[in-house]
C-alpha cells in the first residue's frame, strides 16, 4: 500500500454492529454495505439527496451507482455476475433476535437487512436500487457518535473478522485505551449467538491475534492497537494509538422531528424526501389535481400541530404524516383544519399592508409569495393578489 495513495475514507455509527446481526461478511458485501450506509449518512447529514429515490416510515430506496463501486473488488471480465451474486448473498442477510422468557419459551425476530436489491438494465443500467427497512435505517443514524474507516486500508484486509474487529477499534480509538467483556466482544463480532469461539484461548489465537497482527502492519496509514487479559478475569484491555489523523468536522444530524419555522415554512432535506414520497404515494391511489397547493396545506398542517405541543416536546414527524396520508387516500384531506385554522388566525397588519402594498407596486410578486400565505393576503386586504399570483403560476419558492 502506497504513501502516496489518495486516503478515502467512510463514516460510519458507533453503535451499529454488522456483526451482531449476521456473520460471514465478504469483503465485497462489507464493501457495499458501506456504499449503501454512506449514501444513507450523506442524506442524514444533508449533504446529498440525489441517490435516494424514496423515503418513508417504511424504508429507504437507495440507487447506488455502479460505476463507483470498487474495481478491485468488481473484475470488468465478469462484473455482471459478481454483482448478482453478490446482491443474492446480500439478500440473506438479517438481523436475528432470539430471547427466552422465565418460562423457557423461545421469542424470535428476523429483519431482513436488504429486502429488495434490484438491477435491470433496460430500466436503469447505472444503478443499483437497495431497499433498507426503517428498522435498519434507524439503527444506522442519528450518527453523533461516528468513526471514520480507511477504505484504501480495508481493501488490503482480506479476514471479515479482521475487518470487524478494525470497525470496533476505530469506534473506540478516540479514547485511546477501553476495556470489553469477552463475551461483548464476541457479540460484537456475531459469535455470540452462533455459539462460536466460546473458550478465550480459541478465540485469542484464531481470531484476535492475527486480526491485530494485520491492522499493525498497516499502522502508518491509521491505527496500532495493543491489548491484554489478566487471566481468570473477563475484560479485555486495549489500547489504541493512531498514527494518521484524519480530518473530522462537526457531524450535525438531520432529524424528521426538527421545529419547522412557521415564517419560512421550510422544511429539512429528509422531511422534504418523506414529503414528496407520501405525496408520491397517494397519487398511485388518489387523483391530485394542485400538488403544490397539497404541498403547502400539509406544511401548514405540521405547523399548526407543532404549535399546539408541550414546550420541550417534539412533533411525532411519522405519525402526523401517516394521518395526513390516510386522509388524502379516503378523500377528506380537501381542505385541512389546519388550513382553515392558519386562515382565521391570519390578522390586519399596518406593516404588512404597507410592504405587501411596496412590493406588488415594484411588481415583486415572487416576494410577496414567499414571505405571506394567501391567509395573510387576505386579512390586509389583498385577494387580488392571490389571484394574481395563482394566474401566473407563481409558487413559493422551494
Same mark, same amino acid.
Given at each position: 500500500?502506497?504513501?502516496?495513495?489518495?486516503?478515502?475514507?467512510?463514516?460510519?455509527?458507533?453503535?451499529?454492529?454488522?456483526?451482531?446481526?449476521?456473520?460471514?461478511?465478504?469483503?465485497?458485501?462489507?464493501?457495499?454495505?458501506?456504499?449503501?450506509?454512506?449514501?444513507?449518512?450523506?442524506?442524514?447529514?444533508?449533504?446529498?439527496?440525489?441517490?435516494?429515490?424514496?423515503?418513508?416510515?417504511?424504508?429507504?430506496?437507495?440507487?447506488?451507482?455502479?460505476?463507483?463501486?470498487?474495481?478491485?473488488?468488481?473484475?470488468?471480465?465478469?462484473?455482471?455476475?459478481?454483482?448478482?451474486?453478490?446482491?443474492?448473498?446480500?439478500?440473506?442477510?438479517?438481523?436475528?433476535?432470539?430471547?427466552?422468557?422465565?418460562?423457557?419459551?423461545?421469542?424470535?425476530?428476523?429483519?431482513?437487512?436488504?429486502?429488495?436489491?434490484?438491477?435491470?438494465?433496460?430500466?436503469?443500467?447505472?444503478?443499483? $436500487?437497495?431497499?433498507?427497512?426503517?428498522?435498519?435505517?434507524?439503527?444506522?443514524?442519528?450518527?453523533?457518535?461516528?468513526?471514520?474507516?480507511?477504505?484504501?486500508?480495508?481493501?488490503?484486509?482480506?479476514?471479515?473478522?479482521?475487518?470487524?474487529?478494525?470497525?470496533?477499534?476505530?469506534?473506540?480509538?478516540?479514547?485511546?485505551?477501553?476495556?470489553?467483556?469477552?463475551?461483548?466482544?464476541?457479540?460484537?463480532?456475531?459469535?455470540?449467538?452462533?455459539?462460536?469461539?466460546?473458550?478465550?484461548?480459541?478465540?485469542?489465537?484464531?481470531?484476535?491475534?492475527?486480526?491485530?497482527?494485520?491492522?499493525?502492519? $498497516?499502522?502508518?496509514?491509521?491505527?496500532?492497537?495493543?491489548?491484554?487479559?489478566?487471566?481468570?478475569?473477563?475484560?479485555?484491555?486495549?489500547?489504541?494509538?493512531?498514527? $494518521?489523523?484524519?480530518?473530522?468536522?462537526?457531524?450535525?444530524?438531520?432529524?424528521?422531528?426538527?421545529?419547522?419555522?412557521?415564517?419560512?415554512?421550510?422544511?429539512?432535506?429528509?422531511?422534504?424526501?418523506?414529503?414528496?414520497?407520501?405525496?408520491?404515494?397517494?397519487?398511485?391511489?388518489?387523483?391530485?389535481?394542485?400538488?403544490?397547493?397539497?404541498?403547502?396545506?400539509?406544511?401548514?398542517?405540521?405547523?399548526?400541530?407543532?404549535?399546539?405541543?408541550?414546550?420541550?416536546?417534539?412533533?411525532?414527524?411519522?405519525?402526523?404524516?401517516?394521518?395526513?396520508?390516510?386522509?388524502?387516500?379516503?378523500?377528506?384531506?380537501?381542505?385541512?383544519?389546519?388550513?382553515? $385554522?392558519?386562515?382565521?388566525?391570519?390578522?390586519?397588519?399596518?406593516?404588512?399592508?404597507?410592504?405587501?402594498?411596496?412590493?406588488?407596486?415594484?411588481?415583486?410578486?415572487?416576494?410577496?409569495?414567499?414571505?405571506?400565505?394567501?391567509?395573510?393576503?387576505?386579512?390586509?386586504?389583498?385577494?387580488?393578489?392571490?389571484?394574481?399570483?395563482?394566474?401566473?403560476?407563481?409558487?413559493?419558492?422551494?
Amino acid at each position: 500500500m502506497s504513501g502516496s495513495q489518495s486516503r478515502e475514507v467512510r463514516i460510519i455509527n458507533h453503535s451499529f454492529s454488522l456483526g451482531e446481526y449476521d456473520d460471514s461478511w465478504t469483503k465485497i458485501e462489507r464493501y457495499l454495505f458501506l456504499e449503501v450506509y454512506n449514501v444513507i449518512k450523506d442524506f442524514y447529514l444533508s449533504k446529498d439527496q440525489s441517490l435516494i429515490e424514496s423515503f418513508s416510515d417504511e424504508s429507504i430506496m437507495v440507487r447506488l451507482p455502479i460505476k463507483l463501486l470498487d474495481r478491485s473488488l468488481l473484475k470488468s471480465k465478469n462484473r455482471a455476475s459478481q454483482l448478482f451474486d453478490v446482491a443474492e448473498r446480500l439478500m440473506t442477510k438479517r438481523i436475528k433476535n432470539v430471547s427466552v422468557d422465565e418460562y423457557g419459551q423461545q421469542g424470535f425476530d428476523f429483519i431482513s437487512i436488504f429486502p429488495r436489491i434490484k438491477y435491470d438494465p433496460k430500466e436503469d443500467k447505472d444503478h443499483l $436500487h437497495i431497499r433498507i427497512p426503517s428498522e435498519i435505517y434507524e439503527e444506522m443514524v442519528p450518527i453523533e457518535q461516528f468513526c471514520q474507516l480507511d477504505l484504501v486500508l480495508l481493501e488490503e484486509i482480506n479476514s471479515g473478522n479482521t475487518i470487524r474487529l478494525y470497525e470496533v477499534f476505530k469506534s473506540h480509538a478516540f479514547k485511546g485505551d477501553f476495556k470489553i467483556s469477552f463475551q461483548d466482544l464476541r457479540k460484537e463480532l456475531g459469535f455470540y449467538n452462533q455459539n462460536k469461539y466460546k473458550e478465550w484461548k480459541r478465540f485469542n489465537s484464531q481470531v484476535l491475534k492475527p486480526a491485530v497482527e494485520e491492522i499493525n502492519s $498497516h499502522k502508518e496509514y491509521d491505527i496500532e492497537v495493543d491489548y491484554s487479559k489478566t487471566r481468570g478475569q473477563d475484560l479485555v484491555s486495549f489500547t489504541i494509538i493512531v498514527h $494518521h489523523k484524519q480530518q473530522s468536522s462537526p457531524v450535525n444530524v438531520l432529524m424528521l422531528e426538527e421545529g419547522i419555522n412557521k415564517e419560512t415554512r421550510k422544511l429539512n432535506m429528509i422531511q422534504e424526501k418523506y414529503l414528496s414520497t407520501l405525496i408520491g404515494y397517494c397519487k398511485k391511489v388518489v387523483a391530485i389535481s394542485n400538488i403544490p397547493e397539497l404541498r403547502e396545506w400539509i406544511v401548514s398542517d405540521l405547523i399548526s400541530q407543532q404549535s399546539k405541543i408541550k414546550e420541550g416536546e417534539r412533533l411525532d414527524f411519522k405519525k402526523a404524516m401517516n394521518e395526513i396520508s390516510k386522509q388524502i387516500r379516503n378523500g377528506k384531506y380537501t381542505e385541512p383544519f389546519a388550513h382553515k $385554522h392558519l386562515y382565521t388566525a391570519a390578522v390586519f397588519s399596518d406593516q404588512d399592508n404597507a410592504k405587501i402594498k411596496a412590493l406588488y407596486n415594484e411588481n415583486k410578486l415572487q416576494e410577496i409569495r414567499d414571505a405571506y400565505s394567501d391567509e395573510d393576503l387576505s386579512a390586509n386586504r389583498f385577494g387580488y393578489i392571490i389571484d394574481e399570483l395563482r394566474d401566473e403560476g407563481i409558487n413559493k419558492s422551494a
